[in-house]
C-alpha cells in the first residue's frame, strides 16, 4: 500500500480523504456526548465505508442511511444512539422531477449536475440524479428546496420546470452498468483503467497526468494511487467504474476485482 496512506482501525485513508474523517469524527462525538442524532451531508459510497469504519469504535453509536429510495447510492446517515428509530422525514431530504422539452432535448447526468452545482450549491447538498430512460429526478437537502427552485430555471440551452415529488413517486432507475470480474497487475489507478478499457498503461497513465480521472469525484492525478473496496473511479469519456470487491489474488498473482462498470 501506498505509505503516504492512514490505518484507521483497519481501513486505508488517503491523505485527501482527513478533512472528511475529521468532520465525520466530530459528528460521531456529538451524538455520543450530547446523546442525540446527528444528520450528516449527502455521502456517496466510500464516504460511507468511511463512516461505518470509524464508527466501529463506539458500542452506543449506530448509522442509518436513507437517499430518497431503495438502492440509492448517495445517501445520508443519520448517526444515533440505539433508542433511535428514524423515519424517512428525518433525513430531510427532498425529490424534484425535471420537466423539459422533451422533444428537443436530450439530457444527461452531467448536463443535470452541472446545472445543479452551478446554482452555487455544494455537491454534497445533492443525492442521486436519476433516470428511467425519459424522465429525470433527482434529491437534494429539502432546507434548499425553495433557493434550488428560484435558481434553477434552466439546463444548459433549455428551460426547464423543477415539480416536487413524494418519495412513492420515485422513477425506477435505468441501470446500464455491468459487473464484471476482471484480473489486474497491481492496485495502481493506471493499472485499472488499462485493464477495464483495454488501453496501454502509458495511455492510462496520460489520462490520469492530464486530470480526467476522478477517484470518488475527486480528480486524481496520481496514477499510482492505490485503489480500494467502494471507490469509484469516473473516467472522462469512457464512463466508471465501481470497485464492488476485491476477492484476493489468482494462480498468476494478479488482483481478482469484481467491479461495476459504466460504459459511456
Known amino acids: 500500500m501506498d505509505d503516504k496512506n492512514t490505518i484507521i482501525g483497519g481501513g486505508y485513508f488517503r491523505p485527501e480523504e482527513k478533512?472528511?474523517?475529521?468532520?465525520?469524527?466530530?459528528?460521531?462525538?456529538?451524538?455520543?456526548?450530547?446523546?442525540?442524532?446527528?444528520?450528516?451531508?449527502?455521502?456517496?459510497?466510500?464516504?460511507?465505508?468511511?463512516?461505518?469504519?470509524?464508527?466501529?469504535?463506539?458500542?452506543?453509536?449506530?448509522?442509518?442511511?436513507?437517499?430518497?429510495?431503495?438502492?440509492?447510492?448517495?445517501?445520508?446517515?443519520?448517526?444515533?444512539?440505539?433508542?433511535?428509530v428514524p423515519q424517512d422525514s428525518d433525513f430531510g431530504i427532498a425529490m424534484y422531477e425535471i420537466r423539459y422539452p422533451e422533444k428537443f432535448a436530450n439530457l444527461h447526468?452531467?448536463?443535470i449536475l452541472g446545472s445543479l452545482t452551478g446554482s452555487g450549491v455544494e455537491r454534497d447538498r445533492f443525492g442521486d440524479i436519476i433516470t428511467d430512460g425519459e424522465n429525470w429526478q433527482f434529491f437534494v437537502f429539502d432546507s434548499?428546496?425553495?433557493?434550488?427552485?428560484?435558481?434553477?430555471?434552466?439546463?444548459?440551452?433549455?428551460k426547464i420546470h423543477l415539480i416536487k415529488k413524494d418519495f412513492s413517486e420515485v422513477l425506477l432507475p435505468k441501470d446500464e452498468s455491468v459487473d464484471e470480474t476482471v484480473l489486474v497487475q497491481s492496485l495502481r489507478l493506471d493499472s485499472i483503467i488499462s485493464t477495464v478499457y483495454?488501453?496501454?498503461?502509458?495511455?492510462?497513465?496520460?489520462?490520469?497526468?492530464?486530470?480526467?480521472?476522478?477517484?470518488?469525484?475527486?480528480?486524481?492525478?496520481?496514477?499510482?494511487?492505490?485503489?480500494?473496496?467502494?471507490?469509484?473511479?469516473?473516467?472522462?469519456?469512457?464512463?466508471?467504474?465501481?470497485?464492488?470487491?476485491i476477492m484476493g489474488r489468482s494462480k498468476n498473482s494478479k488482483y481478482i476485482l469484481l467491479v461495476n462498470i459504466f460504459k459511456k
Open 198 to 245: 483495454d488501453l496501454s498503461r502509458q495511455n492510462s497513465k496520460a489520462l490520469v497526468d492530464h486530470g480526467k480521472v476522478q477517484i470518488n469525484w475527486v480528480v486524481n492525478k496520481n496514477a499510482s494511487a492505490f485503489i480500494a473496496i467502494t471507490d469509484t473511479l469516473s473516467v472522462r469519456g469512457f464512463g466508471r467504474i465501481r470497485i464492488n470487491d
Open 109 to 111: 447526468h452531467g448536463q
Open 144 to 158: 434548499m428546496s425553495e433557493y434550488i427552485e428560484e435558481q434553477v430555471k434552466k439546463i444548459d440551452p433549455y
Open 19 to 84: 478533512p472528511f474523517i475529521d468532520k465525520i469524527s466530530d459528528i460521531l462525538l456529538k451524538a455520543q456526548t450530547m446523546y442525540t442524532p446527528q444528520l450528516t451531508d449527502f455521502l456517496n459510497l466510500r464516504e460511507q465505508t468511511i463512516l461505518n469504519n470509524l464508527i466501529n469504535k463506539y458500542d452506543d453509536l449506530y448509522v442509518h442511511y436513507f437517499g430518497g429510495f431503495g438502492n440509492a447510492e448517495r445517501v445520508r446517515g443519520i448517526v444515533a444512539p440505539d433508542y433511535f
